[in-house]
């Protein structure tokens, strides 16, 4: 039996890639007693899609949490922004960081490295601290899966990650209660 990449540029006719945009999860109910203390870390570079997707964060916290309170950092590249963030869970003591970044993949293997190098120590921060680290820097094969993912607010993954932290939050806050 031959063997079928759903990824390749030339696809089978009688396939159909699997690869699809996921929507947003339904919004967590709001709760306007909720009151957290997150920063954002976010990337300028690429300022044009990762400044729709902060807007989209924090336009999503103020109507699920308006009690809570947000600190955005900028970051020169998505490289920069495990540093910020774990300087801000030092220096800043935060409920949760959240990290938003656009990658493009190019023509050699560097953006893969940006982009394995950030998730790892996003995750390792998370885990060493016990502390919401909410990873939105996205790798992406173009503009047009940018335009998708970042503008507007239909799949904005701003907007996802705000849903994100403030579930995690509430989830924490749960196990920790007990």
Known sequence: MASHDPFSENPSPSIISPVML???????EADPAASHRIVVVTSRYNGEYTGPMTQAFLEEVSAVEPASSVEVIHAPGSFEIPHLAALAVERLRPDAVVCLGVIFQGETGHADLIAG????????????????????VLLLKDRQQAEVRCLGGRNNRGTECARAVVETLRASKGITAR
């Not at 996921?22 to 967590?28: A, G, I, N, S």
């Not at 016990?130 to 990873?135: G, N, R, Y």
Request: hydrophobic share 35%; net charge positive; no cysteine.
């Open 22 to 28: 996921t929507p947003l999860k339904e919004r967590p």
């Open 117 to 136: 190098s950030v998730s790892d120590s996003l995750s390792r921060l998370s885990v060493e601290k016990l502390l919401p680290v909410i990873h939105g």
